[in-house]
């Protein structure tokens, strides 16, 4: 019994605290879940930045692609016309 009574000052003093941080963790969690939300639906430069490098870098493998089969075509367009040097 005297381990209850001493005990209760202490309870006193740290059971406050954990409500205040509890109820202050409720009141801000909306906040929280909206600054989320916006995170997720709004971009960042850096990835902006990276999205548009992907996006040059396969064009020019596109471009790199059909000026091969373009090259491709023309050496053949030319061998069959007879032209020795089709480079």
Known sequence: MKKIVLLAPVAMLILPACVVRTAANIVTLPVRAGAQAVD??????????????????????????????ADKERRKQCREAGYDNCG
């Not at 639906?41 to 992907?54: F, H, I, L, P």
Request: no cysteine.
């Open 40 to 69: 997720w639906t709004t971009t960042s430069q850096e990835e902006s930045d990276r999205n548009y490098g992907r996006q040059v870098r396969e064009q020019e493998a596109r471009d790199g692609k059909a000026r091969k089969k």
